[in-house]
């Protein structure tokens, strides 16, 4: 059975990491694969209640983070419906490419922080269609975004789906990951902005021409102002929630988004329905990404059955007898995230550690919160961030890791380095 589930494992990552050659979706080789992992796991336990009690199990851990990211994604694209988010980018103004640079950088990192950093990719990429006009400038900035986006992403417990995961499973709380991990952060954006800017110098900033804008605003400012403020606030509130409550996150989210749809529904009551249907929550639900969500269901489903045929712990303590150092498996695993998607891998490193063992808030779930979350931007295909630069921009494998890849990896390591230093300082 071992062998077998290995195996089988084996083939859906390569599948999953291979999506773009193979045109296969990742979404189909996660579903298929969690079928066919616990079709074998259940012939070969063959005891239908300790099947049954292991599946209910899993798929309630599963559920949760599944409902929280759909709150979360819905609640966006309701901001993104009313143009809220213009009132963010508008006030990015400057002549020349370097001050760009730092001011897209620090929007895009406290950005994703709030919302994700997929959803803040997209937004910024979006943006710099509209302030430059020559397609190197805008490509290399799409570059900058998907690192500013990972790393703003990696030090709250909603800015990415690795983290929200760590901070679902209780492996992580939110004061401790966000006081730990944001200078590792903050450095591993530094790093990359500090030698682009140098780079850059002093070009100047070549703005596309000002059309007539065809397609005028569909909502006023006051619509916009306060979709922004009490979508944010409900991110931003979902946290404090669980500490008051303690009831689990996806609790908080549902509870905000039901919230944002009876002030939505009131907001344009006395509008026709032609004009505000675009504006409903209703048809943000139908805008959020559905595959993505699908993904995230089976392979988390896939990663339980490793975990329950105790593939995950026999994993983690051969790491620790070859390499030993905490530290460097935990490295590892982030840059391993540049080449397969990052899920998975925090998936399988919750399975390989108990909380016995490595409490809540220990260095090694921090440090994954970290490593997971920013080695993705190594290579344009480590992240959905990245995923998603590369399909709006057309960005070239080869050409992201020639002018992007090195600035990311130099990014990761002195944030990384800063970590660790920070931890052994202060414990």
Request: proline share 3%; aromatic share 10%.
């Amino acid at each position: 059975m071992i062998t077998t589930i290995a195996l089988v494992f084996v083939l859906v990552y390569l599948a999953i990491a291979l999506e773009h050659p193979f045109k296969i979706s990742k979404s189909a080789s996660a579903l298929m694969g969690a079928g066919c992992l616990w079709t074998v796991y259940a012939l070969a336990i063959g005891d239908i209640k300790q099947v049954d009690a292991d599946l209910n199990r899993s798929l309630m851990g599963t559920a949760q983070i599944v409902f929280f990211l759909m709150g979360a994604m819905t609640i966006v694209e309701v901001i993104d419906a009313h143009e809220g988010f213009l009132a963010i980018t508008s006030r990015i103004k400057t002549q020349r490419l370097s001050s760009l640079m730092w001011m897209v950088g620090f929007v895009t990192f406290f950005l994703s922080s709030i919302l994700d950093n997929l959803t803040t990719t997209i937004v910024m990429i979006s943006l710099m269609k509209k302030l430059l006009d020559k397609r190197e400038d805008r490509i290399f900035f799409a570059g900058i975004i998907v690192i500013a986006a990972n790393a703003g992403g990696a030090w709250t417990p909603i800015g990415d789906v690795t983290t929200t995961m760590l901070w679902i499973g209780n492996q992580i709380t939110t004061l401790s990951i966000m006081k730990s991990v944001f200078l590792a952060s903050m450095v591993n954006l530094l790093v990359p902005l500090a030698v682009t800017s140098y780079l850059l110098g002093g070009r100047p900033v070549l703005a596309p021409a000002r059309k007539a804008d065809a397609n005028r605003l569909q909502s006023s400012p006051f619509e916009r102002k306060l979709m922004l403020i009490l979508g944010l606030g409900i991110l931003v509130g979902v946290p404090v929630f669980k500490t008051i409550t303690n009831l689990p996150p996806f609790m908080g989210i549902l509870f905000g988004l039901g919230i944002l749809w009876m002030v939505g529904d009131l907001l344009h009551v006395k509008k026709e329905d032609s004009k505000k249907q675009h504006l409903t929550l209703v048809h943000a639900l139908t805008r959020i990404d559905m595959s993505s969500i699908i993904f995230f269901i089976g392979i988390l489903m896939a990663v339980a059955v490793l975990e329950h045929a105790h593939l995950l712990s026999s994993l983690a303590q051969w790491l620790d007898k070859v390499v030993g150092r905490q530290d460097i498996i935990v490295l590892i695993i982030g840059l391993a995230s540049a080449v397969v998607d990052n899920v998975p891998l925090v998936a399988a490193s919750m399975g390989m550690y108990s909380l016995a063992q490595y409490p809540t808030d220990s260095f090694l779930w921090e440090f994954i919160a970290y490593c997971a979350g920013t080695g993705g931007s190594i290579l344009i295909i480590g992240s959905a961030s990245g995923v998603a630069a590369m399909g709006l921009e057309k960005i070239d494998f080869f050409w992201y890791a020639r002018k992007i890849g090195g600035l990311a990896l130099l990014g990761y390591l002195a944030g990384a380095l800063v970590y660790v230093l920070q931890y052994r300082l202060f414990h």
